[in-house]
C-alpha cells in the first residue's frame, strides 16, 4: 500500500496540470454571419473571373498575346489575383466595346493594367517598364 499514496499524487498533479494547460491553450472559434450581399459579391467576382479567363482563351487572343510578348499564364495568374472591383473594371470595359473590337480592346486593356501593375511594382511581367517605387 506504499504506492498508492503517492500515485493519487502523482494522478492529481497530473490532473491539475492538465486542466491548467487546456483552459490556458483553449482556443474560441469565432463565426460571423454571412451577409447576403457578401455571398453577392463573391459570386460577382467569380462569374466575371471566368469571363474574363474565357476571353483569354480563346485562340485569337492567345496568339495576339503570345505576338506581343506576353505569356498566357502569367495572365491568369494575374487575373486569379484582381480585385474584385479591377474585374468589373475589365468585364464593364469588355462589355462596352463593340463586337469586333472586344478581343483586341480587351488585349489593349490588359496590356496597360499589366503595365501599370509593373510600374506600381506589383508584377514583374515586362523587362522593358521600369518600377517607380525603387
Known amino acids: 500500500m506504499k504506492g498508492t499514496p503517492m500515485k493519487r499524487a502523482i494522478y492529481t498533479l497530473l490532473m491539475s496540470w492538465l486542466l491548467v494547460w487546456s483552459s490556458v491553450v483553449s482556443v474560441t472559434a469565432q463565426a460571423a ?29 492567345k496568339e ?27 468585364n464593364a470595359e469588355a462589355q462596352n466595346l463593340p463586337a469586333g473590337q472586344g478581343v483586341l480592346g480587351l488585349l489593349v486593356l490588359i496590356f496597360v493594367v499589366f503595365i501599370i501593375t509593373d510600374m506600381l511594382c506589383a508584377t514583374n511581367i515586362f523587362n522593358f517598364v521600369k518600377c517607380i517605387n525603387k
Do not use: C, F, P
Open 33 to 61: 454571419m454571412a451577409t447576403t450581399q457578401s455571398a453577392v459579391v463573391a459570386q460577382v467576382e467569380q462569374y466575371d473571373r471566368q469571363q474574363l479567363l474565357q476571353a483569354i482563351n480563346e485562340k485569337g487572343v
Open 64 to 90: 495576339q498575346l503570345q505576338s506581343m510578348g506576353v505569356d498566357a499564364d502569367a495572365v491568369e495568374q494575374r487575373i486569379h489575383t484582381l480585385t474584385g472591383e479591377e474585374l468589373a473594371q475589365l
